[in-house]
């Protein structure tokens, strides 16, 4: 996945990096009602950010977001460091998860599906002749 920033509640995507500026989209860029067009960017200096600019969001911070990107990462780090079941796999970082954020959560199947994903990236391609 992209590299993520959290900056004040809200998420941003890496888009690119010019030397050692780093250019952000909130997370919020593609997704009904939001399209928010806010950007932020960053000054990378001795391996910290330091924020040169950020434009003004349209919405409010979602509540959790930070920690419910940091269980799908550890959902999507898992799907390639093991071969646990995906629903072990899902059940084990749900539970982590306070009460009040799981309606946030992507649903299961959708969890599910990444691990998919994740593991037939990681086959080797099928063989494209016989000898």
Known sequence: GHSKLMIDGYLFVKDYVHENTYYWSCEKRKSEPEYCKTRAITILLNGLHYLKKIDKH????????????????????????????????????????????????????????????????????QPQTFM
Do not use: F
Request: charged share 20%; aromatic share 2%; proline share 10%.
């Open 58 to 125: 349209e919405y409010a911070p979602q509540t959790g977001s930070s920690e419910i990107a940091q269980v799908v990462a550890r959902i999507k780090q898992q799907a390639r460091d093991t071969q646990d079941a995906p629903s072990k796999i899902i059940q084990n970082n749900i539970i982590t998860i306070p009460k009040n954020l799981s309606p946030y959560m992507p649903i299961q199947e959708a969890l599910r599906m990444r691990i998919k994903h994740i593991r037939m990236a990681k086959m080797p391609p």
